[in-house]
């Protein structure tokens, strides 16, 4: 089957047609980070949200349209990354394939959320390869269509908050290269005002096709290739080699206990 057609058959049970002229956006980050909750305080929707421990949002959904700013907008409420049961490779194809779908049909997104916990004490390497991946989905002429957006402040001393913040703005391993090319990080307290803000915000600027858009339907690359499948495939054979010479490790030591 052609990539076209793939995408194409993956992604048909969306009706594109009735997406034109409205503002489309993106809500992307990990499982748990409050995308479905997010997006229901802006359209008073009602996605389910999980309040269990294995994640919640398993496929591609849409919100109702809501009227923002003169606009008929609508949310992409999408997998979250590192979810309980499918690996990440699953999920951004899942992103992948539907966004390509959208851009084939004519439609652009009006803009990407991302959506980060501040009460995390600590980014885990998880977090950061997806950080990363996230950046190589959009590209960098993308990023002035993007909002970082921090919530769980109630969760967080302030000051700790505001510390990972800077963090997460000024180094290079989480955001810096992203807030340098025009992304922006906002703070999103739980209200509907709050997230209709934020949604306002990405609302000012044109559409935009983002690179994974470009290299799968404009350079005909499968997704495994395109610099957001790259970096997850890095880090993945990287964790091979790891695992590799830790089992490699270990039966040394064994056989050295048999030895004795
Ligand atoms: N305190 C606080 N809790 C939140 C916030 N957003 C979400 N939650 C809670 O976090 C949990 C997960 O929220 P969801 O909206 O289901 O998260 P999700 O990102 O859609 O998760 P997946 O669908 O598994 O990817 C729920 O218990 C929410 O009530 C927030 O801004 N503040
Ligand atoms: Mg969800």
Redesign the pocket.
Known sequence: MTLLREIASQATSFDFMSLRNVALIAVM??????????I?KACDGN?????GL????SEIQLSPFFRLNGRNVCLI?T??FD?TNRPDSEILKDIAYYICEAYQQHIQLAGVVF?HRISDSRVTGVTRRNMKMFQQLCGTDAMKNVVIVT??W??VDKADGELREAELRTKSIFLEEAIKNGACIIR???SANSARKIISELLKNDPVTLQIQREMLDQRMDVIDTAAGAELNRELMEQAKKYQKQLEELKKESDGVCNL
């Open positions: 980050g990990a499982t748990g980070t409050g995308k479905s909750t997010f229901n996605m389910k949200i999980g309040r294995e994640s919640c949002t409420d997998p979250g979810d959506i919530n769980m109630g969760n999103h307290d739980n």
